[in-house]
């Protein structure tokens, strides 16, 4: 490809609304172009890029069996309706009509599509395992595009479903998955974590994510010494053990005026109430915080959540917590439509269904039996201090939501958490029996009985895998692509106006042409100086970059590693070696 001919420009400024290195400068270097909020056009580089990346995949695909196929994006409403996927995708969702009126939608993942095809052509037990996988655009009306295509309304998703007979069989899909997704990172090249994406209550590794680890990622992770790794949501606090209520001292309220925060709480603690062991801390209040949650099928309830005042309400942990209701806040409408609630001094004698409020009422795990806390009296400027749990109230049920912080115990008992952020690549999942019972999909076992078939579901974001990899292979001066991903192998470029230097990369580009190099060959003519060219091969990131130049007179040119920085002058004989190496 000549650099004179290539459909290209590159851009000096920063697009006005980039954040992020890999979204400035994948449009800087001509690899997309935005045409809405969320919505990308690919152009010729970012396509070489793109196609790289779906190579890699259907090998690693190919390599554990699994077939591709192809659904359409546009979809009819029912096989959605089924699985209330419909209505529990809420506004995420694309919706559309046809001329009929009939209800239609862009598939945002194709879970029921799947389900509905196995359905339709196999029916026994020897049919299966069976994996099939696609690599297709998504949709989803995101509420918050973001970073370009790192996360786009239109996006380009492989996923696979796998379907077994029998657990054993899901158990053995999601670990060939899992190796296949193994392979694929490793071969993007990211530094990537695989963490537990889910508490784990359903039991074993049910669900994985791999995550870039990069500080621009929307992923909270945490790992330990030994080895757990998880996201964030899927963290579960280390109860203690209950105190017996025997010998604790009886709740009392106490005239605490203007405390409506925990930290004046606290100072007022320690001048009116001081404790004789050690100060008041945060973490001995119950901080309780309201929230309106809004069902898929449009009702709002209110939840009041009890935490420890040292920490606040994560609100991924919360969101993932009480899906697929949505989160809303509870504004100071609801907060007068409830006069049971005095604001900054709710405490639990208000709260749950049975209290004068009515609200249910979930705490943090840590709030167990004959735990002693000083939390709201629902009285305006009061507290009360040595509120025992199970004692003095009772809540309607834990609730995993308060922040995971660094140095919290890991669940498994590994060490100390640390917390880091990344970008999710790729989700892997032992879906079991959910869709396959709603749609119907069953074969016949062994002794002619039917069975539901129990499926995998596997995604890898492939247009995000791009971004993800500009997000941490870069420098100020532009991308810089791994091998096995970058458009070309080569850039080659002309230094100097010289007829016989010109001829001579002319001479190059078709060597390397010849000996089945991908070379990008900057063939400008002398108007465009060798400053920009060597801007442009920078910011474009091509591994190598090959400048030929006064040196061939001699039999030299010039090898720089775009990595690296590294020049290195190489004889033309030993070029391709060079290169090769
Ligand atoms: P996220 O938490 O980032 O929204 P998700 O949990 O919704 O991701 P899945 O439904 O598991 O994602 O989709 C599979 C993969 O598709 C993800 O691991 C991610 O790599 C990719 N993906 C999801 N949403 C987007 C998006 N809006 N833009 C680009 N890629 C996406
Ligand atoms: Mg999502």
Known sequence: MRMSKLFLRTLRDDPADAEVASHKLLVRAGYVRRVAPG???????????????????????????????????LLPREPYEASNRWTEYGPNLFRLQDRRG???????????????????????????????????????????????????REFIMKDSYSFDVDDAGLEASYQAHREAYVRIFDRLGFDYVIVHADSGAMGGSASEEFLAVSETGE???????????????????????????????????????????????????????????RPWHASD????????????????????????????????????????????????????ANPALVKGYIGPGALGADNASGIRYLTDPRVVDGTRWVTGANEKGSHVIDLVAGRDFTSDGTIEAAEVRAGDPAPDGSGPLELARGIEMGHIFQLGR????????????????LVTVTMGSYGVGVSRAVAAVAEYSHDDAGLIWPKELAPFDV???????????????????????????????????????????????????VPT?????????????????????????????????????
Not at 295 to 322: F, N, Y
Not at 441 to 449: F, I, R, W
Request: proline share 6%; aromatic share 6%; net charge negative.
């Open 39 to 73: 919505i990308y056009s690919w152009l010729p580089l970012g396509l070489k890029v793109l196609a790289k990346v779906e190579k890699i995949i259907r090998e690693e695909m190919a390599e554990i069996g699994s077939q591709e196929v192809r659904f359409p994006a």
């Open 219 to 277: 992923d909270t992770f945490v790992r330990s010494p030994g080895g757990y790794a998880a996201n964030v949501e899927a963290v579960t606090t280390i109860a203690p053990d209950p105190v017996p209520f025997d010998g604790l001292p009886a709740a009392h309220a106490e005239q605490t005026p203007d405390t409506p925060t925990i930290a004046t709480l606290v100072a007022h603690l320690d001048e009116a109430f001081p404790r004789d062991d």
């Open 434 to 449: 959910k869709y396959a019972e709603v749609l119907d999909l069953k074969v016949l076992d062994e002794n002619g009985k």
């Open 285 to 336: 209040t119950l901080k309780n915080v309201l929230v309106m949650l809004r069902h898929p099928d449009g009702t709002r309830e209110p939840l009041a959540i009890g935490v420890p005042g040292d920490r606040e309400v994560d609100a991924k942990r919360l969101e993932a917590a009480v899906s697929p209701a949505e989160v809303e806040p509870f504004d100071e409408k609801e907060f007068a």
């Open 545 to 581: 970059i090959v400048v030929v130049g006064k040196g061939f007179v001699d039999g030299v040119v010039e090898v720089k590693d775009r990595a690296t920085g590294e020049r290195q002058d190489a004889a033309l004989a030993d070029l391709i070696a060079t290169l090769r190496a």
């Open 491 to 541: 850039h080659l470029i002309v230094a100097g106006k010289d007829e016989t230097v010109v001829a001579g990369a002319e001479q190059v580009y078709a060597d390397l042409v010849g000996e089945g190099f991908d070379v990008l060959f900057d063939d400008r003519p002398g108007k465009v100086s060798l400053g920009v060219k060597f801007k442009d091969a920078e910011l474009v990131g």
């Open 102 to 152: 009939n209800d239609m939608l862009l598939g945002p993942t194709h879970e029921e599509m799947f389900a509905l095809l196995v359905k339709d052509l196999y029916s026994s037990y020897k049919d299966l395992p069976l994996s099939l996988f696609q690599i297709q655009t998504k949709y989803r009306d995101e509420a918050r595009p973001r970073a370009g295509i790192l996360r786009g």
